[in-house]
């Protein structure tokens, strides 16, 4: 079991072919409050065990930390 606090980022990869993941929320699932990181993001450079070879088409759209991040305010001083 592992508890993940809300807004938390996390990612998983099955290294066997017969797991279950089974997910509990705090609220209701709304899908337009979803967001993510691309898991191959070389800014995080997250060690993969073994070679993604399965992807849903959401994480397939995910951008890079550099993508989402806010552009710093820079001030005249």
């Not at 996390?10 to 066997?16: K, M, R, S, Y």
């Amino acid at each position: 079991m592992l508890y993940l606090p809300a807004g938390f980022a996390h990612g998983f990869q099955a290294l066997t072919d017969d797991c279950e993941i089974i997910y509990f929320n705090s609220a209701a699932y709304a899908p337009e409050l979803e967001d993510g990181l691309r898991y191959d993001d070389p800014e995080v450079a997250v060690h993969w065990p073994l070679p993604v070879t399965s992807l849903s088409a959401r994480d397939q759209g995910l951008k890079t930390l550099s993508q989402i991040r806010p552009v710093p305010v820079r001030t005249p001083f």
